[in-house]
């Protein structure tokens, strides 16, 4: 068995189960394998009752009292019981178990472990699974792996499916040199992944992943540099003159620049008519007004005659940049004929607007992957804006590049790199910065609240909506039973319509769905016909609705103060005052400081860098820091002094390759296992 060998190939896999599979992009062993953990089920040793924490998943030793209630709907049957020890007692729910009876036997004790619901006098468990003191024995500090599921696949089954996949597959072996692994101490290949899946204990953990980590960085930054675009300066052959339609569009825009988007327009301007390709990097908070830099170049540009392409991470944005564009070319009057190519449209469609593109009719060309994709013949492609380039490959953006003469490359990123991660990830790119908001924004109100402050968020909201605003709510899951007592977007979608009256507009919002569905919500809630969207943080990157109000996040704790600022930024787009209302059960003290940071400021890189010095470069539980960054484990900042290892290490190996071509720097030819397609 080999990692390309499909999973049907193992036991228990057949055509149903592979349709579950490919629900989360599982097809091949290979992808597989990189399921890796979302997290660890860690049987801690049980606590005293009157140390329970609420929201926290925790074991305790009891004994029933009394005995157990049981009744009956049509669909479930209900048993209820409370148990206790010295300190307290906790009340007991179960859900279709009917021969509870034999497993809680009176007088006996047994560890129970689940979700810590209600405040000490009420404590409560819903469905806790119930172990004898022997079977808890066992379990006692293992780690258990956690996968990501989908409905119909248990954590169990996925379990056993990596199991067998690692007694099979016979090519897990070493592919990084021997002396990269010495020098760095690295955990051999085959082990770190059996190690990030099962390991035995936490420093077994911590060494798989660091080398697991420590490849990605690595193999990234060896691509980078190897993609010529990034080691040469190339000469400019686009002649661009001064145009008086960029000027225009800036007299008439409703607003002024800020002085750091004029700056950075003015380095982009000289780069353009530079002697050597621009290739540079944008960085700019969340609603610092990126887009309208992009335009101006594109616009440049275009009235000088040449072409541009403007590629956009998901459909829906690439379709926002379209409208926008195609709706400021009819006001202002600017030389723009754009047209749009993503995925969803029909080969007709696709065919039509390659033709106008090869026949230099079209002038800005928006698009997603499809750019690439497509076999599209560019007339004179000049100029290439990638926007929140890192959903991108190295090697797509390569391909891109190559579709024209060199074109000039500007990449737009609202992650706040700060600016020695950026030279270990980009070398020589030169970078701008945009550090400053435009000055009509009134600075977002937020709030951290429990569960119980719900019902004053929801008529706040529709205090909002009567008012003709619109609110996001983030759920982390996309449907039940993907994660022990997390919310997800199907099932809140529902809850929500009991909660509000019936016309108040509500829709959801994730990633599984098909593209055109996604473009067809989008719209509408761009264009106010939904009132609330709820969504999983496919939202995210790019989207911008000025008319979103408020935002509220369901269990804020999952997530990295750095994307939860990404996501804050939805809202506190126009000129209304809004709101981001943080939700989260946690009580735990480091949690809620945590999130604090977010009240406390607005500044993306403050808060990246606060979030890492709170939870310390070790943290191998926490959330990930910056969702924008696909690295499958790494996080460039949590794991700084990796990225830097991986960095130095890389720039070692390309000079050694450099100097023996048929060497013994032991061949890295293709990385045939590390998938870029997300990078
Ligand atoms: P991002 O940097 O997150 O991509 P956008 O480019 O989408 O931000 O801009 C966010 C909003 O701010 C847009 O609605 C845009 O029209 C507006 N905007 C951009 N620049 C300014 C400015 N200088 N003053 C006021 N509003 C601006
Ligand atoms: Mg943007």
């Known amino acids: 068995m080999e990692r390309q060998t499909t999973i049907r190939e193992l036991k228990g896999i057949g055509d149903k189960t592979a349709a579950l599979f490919a629900r989360l992009n599982i097809y091949t062993i290979d992808d597989l394998l990189l399921h890796y953990p979302v997290g660890y089920d860690r049987f801690l040793p049980e606590v005293a009752v009157n140390q329970l924490e609420e929201g926290q998943v925790c074991a305790f030793r009891g004994q029933l009292q009394g005995s157990i209630a049981g009744r009956k709907t049509r669909t479930l049957t209900v048993s209820t019981c409370r148990v206790s020890d010295t300190t307290g007692e906790v009340s007991l729910t179960f859900f279709n178990i009917p021969y509870l009876k034999n497993m809680i036997k009176p007088g006996e004790p047994y560890i129970f472990r689940g979700l810590v619901q209600g405040k000490p006098a009420s404590r409560k468990m819903e469905q806790p699974t119930v172990y004898t003191l022997e079977a808890y024995g066992k379990l006692l500090d293992t780690f258990q792996p956690r996968y990501s599921l989908t409905k119909g696949l248990t954590n169990n089954g996925i379990t056993k499916a990596i199991r067998q996949a690692f007694s099979g597959c016979t090519d897990l072996a070493e592919y990084l040199p021997g002396k990269i692994r010495e020098r760095y101490n690295l955990e051999g290949y085959r082990e770190a992944l059996e190690g990030i899946h099962f390991p035995e204990n936490e420093e077994m953990l911590k060494r798989a992943r660091r080398r697991l980590v420590f490849d990605e960085f690595f193999l990234f930054i060896v691509q980078l540099r190897r993609c010529r675009q990034y080691s040469q300066e190339i000469s400019n052959t686009w002649e661009m003159l001064e145009t008086a339609d960029t000027v225009r569009l800036l007299e008439k825009l409703p607003y002024k620049l800020t002085d750091s988007q004029k700056k950075v327009w003015e380095e982009i301007r000289a780069d353009l008519q530079g002697t050597s390709v621009m290739n540079r990097l944008v960085q700019g908070d969340v609603g610092s007004g990126k887009t309208i830099i992009a335009i101006l170049a594109l616009l440049m540009t275009a009235a000088n005659g ?6 956009a991470p998901t459909e829906v944005l690439a379709r926002q940049h379209f409208e926008k564009m195609t709706q400021m070319a009819k006001t202002y009057d600017l030389p723009f004929v754009p047209v749009l190519l993503v995925g969803s449209m029909t080969a007709k469609e696709k065919r039509d607007c390659c033709e106008r593109i090869a026949m230099g009719m079209a002038n800005v060309v928006i698009g997603t992957h499809a750019l690439i994709q497509e076999r599209i013949t560019y007339r004179n492609l000049a100029l290439v804006v990638t926007d929140e380039q890192h959903r991108f490959g190295v090697r797509q953006r390569e391909a891109l590049a190559e579709k024209g003469l060199d074109p000039h490359v500007l990449v737009m990123s609202a992650t706040p790199i700060p600016r020695t991660l950026a030279m270990i990830l980009y070398g020589d790119l030169h970078i701008s910065v945009i550090n400053e908001l435009p000055s009509n924004r009134l600075p977002i109100k937020n709030c951290v609240v429990g569960h119980s402050y719900r019902k004053t968020a929801y008529q706040f909201m529709q205090k909002e909506i009567a008012n003709g605003r619109q609110v996001y709510i983030i759920c982390p899951m996309v449907e039940a039973g993907e994660m022990e007592g997390l919310e997800n977007v199907t099932d809140y979608a529902g809850k929500l319509k009991t909660a509000f009256p019936a016309d108040v507009q509500i829709s959801s919002l994730h990633g599984r769905m098909k593209p055109a569905e996604k473009t067809r919500i989008m719209e ?47 809202v506190g787009r126009g000129k209304e005052q809004s709101y981001c209302i943080f939700v989260s059960a946690s009580t735990q003290k480091d949690t809620l400081e945590r999130l604090s940071v977010l009240n406390k400021s607005n500044d993306g890189f403050y808060i990246a860098g606060e979030d890492l010095k709170l939870r310390g470069p070790g943290d191998l539980f926490g959330v990930r820091q910056s969702g924008s960054m696909n690295f499958r484990l790494g996080d460039i900042y949590q794991d700084a002094s990796v990225l830097q290892e991986a960095s130095e290490a890389a720039e070692r190996y390309l000079e050694e390759e450099c100097v023996s071509e048929s060497g013994d720097t032991g061949d890295i030819p293709s990385f045939p296992y590390i998938d870029f397609r997300s990078i």
């Open 524 to 570: 509408a809630f761009a264009r106010g016909d939904i009132d609330i969207l709820v969504s999983t943080t496919v939202i995210e990157v790019g989207i911008d609705v000025p008319n979103a109000t408020v935002i509220l996040i369901e269990n804020a704790e999952r997530y990295g103060l750095a994307q939860l600022h990404q996501l804050r930024g939805r």
């Open 306 to 311: 040449y072409q541009g392409a403007l590629m």
